[in-house]
């Protein structure tokens, strides 16, 4: 009688602990604040829960199953300004009822890459955003060529499938690729290395420019390109989604397909995708041998949500092959092709990550983890019996853990600890561009926001990492043991002038220790000799950041001014020394050196149908002695000017946009670099959503290089070898969404 009687005050006990975590809710109404008409499908989400809805024809929307505390809810349609509120639950039933006003510029949205759930106008960096729609409707065919359209980011590229970002003048391993939150481990030391990352099944792009490495340790001297998944399912619902993308340049076939579906406390997705590209044309229509690239990719989660936690697992696979225009591979590529035959990169990526959030009353704790799988292998003849020149395995652990301590109105209090283990091997390839090696990594940070009489809100954290580093010696490589442990450090305030105004200002110090490439190489690397330092020094850089930003219903400006000072700098230098076959040596050294520029950003408004854009980055590095820093690419000026419908006759969305490029001559080239001339590029685009039967198309069309410019871009890595960039490019955009409530 007993045992039944515990076993029945612990059911009743559990029953009553469902209810409390159930009876949170936050329902209302949407509507449009001039009309005061209802507005149906209204996306209403909640961030840090990773859960939404949409709303009913009535405009009514309900979400359940909520934890306690503070939380975001964003409020987001096509044509109307984004709204997000912030509300406190307690056990109790939220009415919050919202107006929405129609808006073809969006001053803001939640972004995550800077510690917490926040707005852009909350944060103290900086964070630029590209969504997923953005990147089909440029036009390029890699979204790297998307994100470099962001003032201060460019691209380091081999033609059209090998590309590397740089923020600010920086690159390599000083800035990092984030794969929703986990840090990229592709080998990224070299510029022909790219970031194993693809655009489907996104929601958006973050990317922080400047140091960023007080929350992701000290690869993020540079900044930090966060690429965030998409968002689930609103609850009940099945959601699909197919696209297309033809290239005429490249005669490049695009493809994925996802779908998607959630319930109250469940959510699930999974995604496939293909890409297969020819050698590009330049302007003149000639190819340029050997950079077609293949690419295909899986993506698959599972998720509980519940008002006590979220509970995600990630499972994410991509296998490029990305030729390589080099000189051995010219006079082998006899025809323009799609297959990859000779001088490839065949890569393989798997990615397994588990993100975690408990909700515990006042504290929150994230509890991350993921498992990386990386092979890189260098392909050079498919005719010959022994043809892999690199076979190279990198595999990392990583994990973290942040505790959101108890916030008040006014503060904010985190803690972290993060940490990783990485093992390069190397296989039966006789080529070991990297010797095996053994690397630890710790770190603990503290961050801490604080609001002062609601119009200054400042942030300030200090980071301690540590970083163990051990390879094997080989015949011409000696082995290295050796430990590195620095202080990282920042404070960040943003000031509300008035609504309109918000004014930013970043101080930080940051450090990166020489990688394994950087202390150990030594033999040729593609086409080229190179060779490490082990005597090399950690990188310290300290950076000042002012930017201004302005907006209002028409217009929005964006002002940024940085100085980057940085003690020891690395970078590697063609020498006057050579190796018995003649070949020049390329040596990694170091010296004190600065970075400098400004950026400038205008959206207006012109009328209601009419969106005039233009940026324009500056930039310059220079070392200590006067000499000019590698990879500093050249300053560009972009504009645009688009017309846009939200219903004209059955079409939805319409728009057409007309552009251009102009980048200025590079006349700092750096030691081993050439002038760069100026050149100019001229785009158009246009698109629209069609309605057939119950059948939402969006169909979009876009041209670069409209004229057939013949131009080599500064940062172009086959500039030595006298190719032309990308000529003219069609793009045909194809978008069928589907679902089943």
């Not at 696209?243 to 340049?249: E, G, K, P, T």
């Not at 004209?648 to 050439?674: R, V």
Request: with cysteine.
């Amino acid at each position: 009688m007993k045992v039944k009687f515990s076993w029945f005050v612990i059911v009743l006990f559990a029953m009553i602990c469902q209810i409390g975590f159930t009876q949170n809710s936050i329902k209302g109404r949407v509507t449009d604040k001039t009309k005061n008409e209802a507005l149906s499908f209204v996306n209403v989400y909640l961030p840090e829960q990773n859960k939404g809805t949409i709303t009913e024809k009535n405009g009514e929307f309900v979400l359940t199953n909520l934890p306690k505390g503070e939380l975001k809810i964003q409020f987001s349609y096509v044509g109307y300004k984004t709204i997000i509120r912030t509300i406190f639950t307690a056990n109790m039933e939220t009415i919050l009822n919202i107006e929405m006003e129609t808006a073809i510029l969006q001053a803001e949205e939640v972004v995550v890459s800077g510690g917490t759930h926040s707005t852009q106008h909350e944060n103290a960096i900086k964070i630029d955003l590209i969504k997923s729609k953005d990147i089909a409707s440029i036009g390029t065919p890699t979204f790297i060529e998307a994100v470099a359209n962001v003032p201060g980011v460019d691209m380091i590229a081999k033609g059209t499938g090998v590309a590397k970002p740089v923020i600010r003048g920086l690159s390599m391993t000083n800035i990092l690729m984030l794969n929703n939150g986990v840090k990229m481990e592709n080998f990224q030391f070299s510029e022909n290395h790219p970031f194993i990352v693809d655009e489907f099944g996104i929601d958006r792009i973050e990317i922080i420019k400047g140091p960023a490495s007080l929350l992701y340790g000290s690869d993020a001297v540079g900044g930090v390109i966060n690429v965030i998944k998409e968002k689930p399912a609103p609850i009940g619902n099945i959601l699909g989604d197919y696209n297309m993308q033809y290239h005429s340049n490249t005669q490049g076939v695009v493809s994925n397909l996802g779908i998607k579906g959630s319930s109250e406390n469940y959510f699930w997705g999974l995604r496939g995708g293909a890409k297969s590209h020819t050698d590009y044309k330049d302007g003149n229509g000639d190819y340029v041998p050997n950079t077609r690239f293949n690419e295909y990719s899986f993506k698959a989660n599972v998720g509980i949500n519940k008002s006590f936690g979220l509970f995600r697992l990630y499972y994410d696979y991509n296998q490029p092959k990305l030729g390589m225009c080099v000189g051995d591979a010219v006079p082998l590529t006899t025809e323009n092709g799609r297959k990859n035959k000779l001088w490839y990169q065949d890569l393989t990526n798997h990615i397994i990550s588990t993100r975690n959030t408990l909700f515990l009353g006042k504290y929150k704790i994230d509890l991350n983890a993921a498992y990386q799988m990386n092979n890189r292998r260098l392909q050079t003849d498919v005719n010959k019996p022994s043809f892999e020149m690199v076979d190279m395995d990198l595999n990392t652990f990583s994990y973290e853990v942040k505790i959101f301590l108890p916030s008040t109105a006014n503060s904010e209090y985190i803690l972290g600890l993060q940490g990783a283990n990485k093992t390069n091997r190397n296989n039966e390839a006789p080529n070991h561009v990297l010797p095996d090696a053994d690397v630890n990594d710790f770190s603990v940070f503290g961050l801490v926001q604080h609001t002062f009489f609601k119009k200054l809100k400042a942030q300030a954290g200090i980071r301690y990492d540590y970083r163990s580093i051990s390879t094997e010696a080989e015949t011409n490589k000696e082995a290295v043991n050796t430990d590195y442990g620095n202080v990282s450090a920042s404070l960040g305030t943003i000031y509300e002038v008035n609504k309109n105004i918000l004014l930013r200002t970043n101080f930080a110090s940051a450090y990166r220790t020489p990688n394994i490439a950087e202390l150990t190489q030594n033999g040729m690397h593609g086409a080229r000799y190179e060779q490490g330092n082990p005597e090399l020094k950690t990188q310290r850089s300290y950076e000042v950041d002012l930017s201004t930003h302005f907006h209002s219903k028409y217009v929005m400006v964006d002002i940024s001014g940085f100085y980057h000072s940085i003690n020891d700098y690395i970078f590697i230098v063609l020498t006057d020394d050579t190796i018995a076959s003649g070949d020049m040596i390329y040596r990694y050294s170091q010296t004190n050196s600065e970075i400098y520029g400004s950026e400038l950003a205008i959206d207006v408004l012109l009328f209601d149908w009419l969106n005039f854009k233009t940026s324009y980055a500056y930039l310059i590095g220079k070392q200590d002695d006067g000499s000019n820093l590698p990879f500093i690419p050249q300053n560009k000026l972009r504009f645009e000017l688009k017309f846009q419908n939200q219903k004209l006759a059955f079409l939805k969305n319409t728009f057409f946009k007309a552009g251009g490029l102009f980048a200025a001559k590079q006349n700092n080239p750096a030691m081993f670099e050439t002038k760069t001339e100026s050149y100019f590029l001229l785009e158009a685009g246009i698109g629209t959503d069609i309605k057939w039967a119950n059948q939402i198309v969006s169909l979009s069309v876009q041209v670069n290089n409209l004229l057939k410019e013949t131009y080599i871009d500064h940062l172009s890595t086959l500039k030595e070898m006298n190719y032309y960039n990308i000529g003219r490019n069609i793009s045909v955009n194809l978008k069928i969404p589907f679902g089943i409530k």
